[in-house]
Every structure is written in C-alpha cells, then in structure tokens.
C-alpha cells in the first residue's frame, strides 16, 4: 500500500477532498476527515501517511491542508 505524499499523482484529488471535507464540518483538530478520506479513496495505509503528516506538520486535518506539501 502506497503512504500519500505531495510528490503521488492523488494528492490533489486528496487535498480538494480534504478542503471540501474541511468546510462542511470544519476541523475537530484530529485526523478524522484524513482517514475518512483516505478510506474513500483506497490504497494507501493509513497510519504510515498519517505519521507521515504529522512528520510535516500535518498534526489534524486543517494542519494537512495547511502545512504539508508546503516548504
């Protein structure tokens, strides 16, 4: 299974789901709509990509939208 980073060819398709996510129901500052996400689309493990944000500053889902793939 594959971990999502900036560099995969679903990323946008993930972060447009993500911010889509973000306005209806905001951020409950945990990874909630990340994995909800992540499950929808298939493929890739989880906890690897989870930890993988939170190595990037992506500590809940409204930080994933806003620091990871960013420098």
């Not at 995969?8 to 909630?32: A, I, M």
């Not at 909800?36 to 689309?41: A, G």
Request: charged fraction near 30%; proline fraction near 1%.
């Amino acid at each position: 299974m594959d971990i999502l980073t900036p560099e995969h060819k679903r990323w946008s398709e993930f972060k447009e789901k993500l911010w889509d996510e973000y306005q209806k129901y905001g951020c409950r500052h945990d990874h909630s709509l990340t994995r909800k996400i992540l499950r929808q689309m298939g493929g890739f493990d989880i906890e690897n990509t989870i930890e993988y944000f939170c190595s990037e500053g992506g500590y809940c889902d409204c930080e994933v939208g806003l620091n990871v793939g960013y420098d």
